[in-house]
């Protein structure tokens, strides 16, 4: 039986966490949400299980020890994740954020929606175009 695809979601703030995995079933998609809490956790935890390889890797930008940009950088420098589209996830929503991370290896960049129901729908399109 095959395992359901797993997102990774590296975020400060637990009640994002929370309203993202809300949007994720509400999409009827059946995926597995993994969290990471801070940058460093999440290459520790990809660093740590060589088997683990999400289908899709967002990252908020604004997060304190390590922010997103940092974590992308390093995240791009792991061969195996060379495949696996990197969606920054941040409510910066400015030209130089967007261009600077496309140029470290972003594959998108996603403002943060102001309603679940905007959430739901940005994620249900992101999902369809990348099946």
Do not use: W
Request: with cysteine; proline share 5%.
């Amino acid at each position: 039986m095959n395992q359901a695809p797993t997102i990774l979601l590296i975020d400060d703030d637990l009640d994002d966490q929370e309203i993202f995995e809300l949007a994720v079933r509400e999409t009827n998609r059946a995926m597995q949400c993994v969290y990471a809490s801070s940058g460093f956790d999440a290459l520790k935890l990809l660093e740590n299980d060589p088997s683990f390889l999400p289908e899709y890797i967002f990252i908020d930008l604004n997060m304190p020890k390590m922010d997103g940009r940092k974590c992308l950088v390093e995240i791009r420098k792991m061969p195996r994740l060379n495949n696996v589209p990197i969606i920054i996830y941040s409510t910066a929503d400015d030209e130089r954020s967007h261009a600077e991370t496309k140029e470290m290896g972003a594959s998108k960049y996603i403002v943060k929606p102001t309603s679940l129901s905007a959430l739901v729908d940005t994620l249900a399109e992101l999902f369809k175009v990348s099946i």
